[in-house]
């Protein structure tokens, strides 16, 4: 004969003699109860269900509102690109267009450190800019 602890309605626990063939089903169960907490906690993405339904519904978006967040996010940067100073705007439209610095360097006659720094600074401003304006 062996004993089981089971926790009463109190929250106590009481210990009551079984034999060993119940004792074998009850620490069979008490495993398997383990074991499929131990996957759902390690499964479990900590999100509610209603806000990953929510996220799913606002990610699925129509074309047309991709088509405008998509020239919005464009005029922003159009905008941004044009606070730039002539030779940065020149070289960062270039830039743009899939132009490595090398062939910038080599169209504007100048060196390409000149060209790399001038990009550089560029893009750095270009993103202060478009962070300074965000929505």
Sequence with gaps: MKTIKIKDYYGKYQEIPVSDELF???RALQN???RVYRREMYHRSGVPLEEIDITIRCAQRSEIEDDYIRQFENKRLYEAISQLSDIQRRRILMYMENMS???IARQEGCHMNAVLKSVNSALAKL???????AP
């Design 24 to 26: 074998e089903e009850w």
């Design 32 to 34: 398997e109860t383990q």
């Design 127 to 133: 993103r202060r800019l478009l962070e300074d304006c």
């Design 101 to 103: 610095v090398r062939e």
